[in-house]
């Protein structure tokens, strides 16, 4: 398989496009000869990522979106069609994170973060995939997670990773719900990637309640992958139709398996105590519990 299969000549919405991940997405897929709608709550920023890849040639727009308003959604998901008449390729890649421990987070950071990183997802695939639905040919959705998804200890970001499991779940319960329309789906499961999301507070609206600490300060994540390489692997994961597709900085993966594998343990543990609570052949269940 060529780098432009199954991508050229086709249509990608890739929503936070402004920077990071989601203009790295929106490059590589350009490459691969896709015209490509970056949508993000930074206008601007959307604008100007999109020019530059028109300046490469690429056919490419920029679109203000705040994936938490359905409204907004729908208006992105009206400028894509009416560009370019089709979306064969929806990354929702849009997300944002704090840090702090659960009794200390607020309602306000829980909805903050669910609205962007849980609605957001629901809200572009209730925009784009009835039209997807109706359409033929290859068609595939992108969902960003993390690997905070697979985490035994998610101490400091225990909010922010329920949200991306909650993402991890609604995107493999869309791939069997969708296989029988023909539209693939991807689960991207980012580490540690050199973004500014350590930052996201500063699209964080006044209505959500005060912002929370920022202890790890403001900067790009120190000693992680570029955003490159995740488009890089999560452009091959969505040409394979991967089911999830991992990327994170070499150093941190044996580190990160064996993380996985605790998670296991801790599953395997709680089966056998069950296990031997059952009762056993001839044996009552009161004879368990005295």
Known sequence: MSESEPFAGRTAVVTGAASGIGAA??????????????ADIDEAGAQWSAAELRSQGARAIGVGV????????????EAAYAEFGSVELLCNNAGVLLFGAVADSTIGDWRWL?????????????????????????RHIMNTSSTHAFLPDTGHTAVYSATKHA????????????????????TLCPGQAATRIMDSQRSRPDSFGKRAAEPFGT??????????????AAIAGIARQDEIVFALPGHSQDQFRSQV???????????ATHADRLPRTGESADAIER
């Not at 994540?221 to 955003?227: D, L, N, S, T, V």
């Not at 605790?262 to 089966?271: G, V």
């Open 25 to 38: 997405l929106a490059s590589g897929l350009a490459s691969c000869g896709m015209a490509v709608v970056l």
């Open 66 to 77: 705040d994936v938490s308003d359905p409204v907004s959604v729908a208006a992105l998901a």
């Open 114 to 138: 669910s609205s962007v990183n849980v609605e957001g997802t629901l809200n572009c695939l209730h925009a784009f995939l009835p039209a997807m639905r109706r359409a033929k040919g290859w």
């Open 167 to 186: 993402i991890l779940g609604l995107s493999l319960g869309l791939r069997t719900e969708l296989a029988v329309d023909g539209i693939g789906v991807t």
């Open 219 to 232: 900067g790009v994540i120190p000693m992680a992958i570029e955003p490159e390489e995740v488009a890089r």
């Open 261 to 271: 594998e605790q998670l296991w343990r801790i599953a395997d543990d709680a089966l």
